[in-house]
């Protein structure tokens, strides 16, 4: 049985041949993927380990090599599998990294090794099963082709690919045509009556004549705002523009409001309320002071 120590050494000499990654940073817990090892170099790893170590490590075990721990204990416990008939052959075995960077050496540097230059069993077999389907699909397309030059030759001994077939209906004449009812046209669908407008703004004082400081109310609505809109109070005197007087209240209902003024100011005075979003007002309404 291997100790754990020198498959350990094995596995971090394979790992930084295969990735490039510095030993310094391979740990028992690191994981293999972190260091560079994908689906394809995890599978090298393995097949270069079984060499070092005399044994072969199944797909089962390559797929549990999660960290470098995991790849020491595949090798140290290893479950006795063995390689399959194909990969026994004389020419199915696996060229060692060794020899690879060997050969390498005098076209490039020996470190750039790629998943080509590690031709391992489990790859020859992927191509020869590759090679096989694709042979298969070949052969079934000449077949197909072969089948229907067949057919069409068939066909033309026989004079079945000249048969005139009658239509499937004849053509209407003139005067079927001239029988066919004209088709009525479609009914209209009736306008849905739109809904009614909301009615006008309103605005009513309680007094048209008052004493200075005499409270009076303004009362009316505007229905399009409904219930919770903020309105403001204006008042406008003549030949000046409209002013807001310090009163705000909120509508009710149908957008109802009631607000009770007073002002000591003497002349007629207009007075209206503007909702303060949208701007809409009310008519306005003459109230004289004095």
Do not use: C
């Not at 994908?38 to 380990?49: I, R, T």
């Amino acid at each position: 049985m291997q100790s754990d120590g020198e498959v350990r050494a094995s596995v971090t000499d394979l790992v930084v041949r295969l990735t490039g990654t510095d030993s310094s940073q391979i740990q028992p817990t690191s994981r293999l993927k972190d260091l560079g090892i994908d689906s394809l170099l995890a599978v090298e790893l393995a097949d270069e380990l079984g060499r070092q170590h005399g044994l072969y490590l199944s797909d089962q075990a390559v797929d549990s090599m999660r960290t470098v721990e995991d790849a020491v204990r595949a090798v140290v416990h290893h479950d006795g599998a063995t390689a399959p008939s194909w990969a026994q052959s004389p020419d199915a075995g696996p060229v060692l990294l060794d020899t690879v960077a060997t050969e390498g050496s005098t076209s490039g540097s020996s470190d750039e090794l790629t998943e080509h230059d590690v031709p391992l069993d489990r790859r020859r077999f992927t191509a020869g099963a590759i090679t096989t389907a694709l042979t298969m699909i070949v052969i079934g397309g000449l077949i197909g082709v072969a089948f229907g030059f067949g057919a069409s030759t068939l066909l033309a001994s026989t004079g079945l690919g000249d048969t005139a077939l009658p239509p499937i209906s004849p053509s209407p004449t003139a005067d079927e045509e001239e029988e066919t009812e004209a088709t009525p046209s479609p009914t209209p669908t009736p306008t849905e009556p739109s809904a009614p407008a909301a009615p006008e703004p309103s605005l009513a004082a309680s007094s048209t004549t008052v004493s200075p400081g005499t409270r009076f109310t303004l009362t009316g609505a505007i229905p399009a705002l409904g219930p919770g809109a903020q309105l403001q109070v204006q008042v406008k005197d003549a030949g000046s523009e409209w002013d807001d007087f310090p009163v705000t209240l909120t509508t009710g209902a149908e957008g109802g409001f009631s607000a009770e003024v007073y002002t000591t100011r003497t002349g007629t005075r207009e007075w209206r309320l503007v909702n303060t979003d949208s701007g809409q007002a009310t008519p306005s309404v003459a109230v004289t002071i004095g």
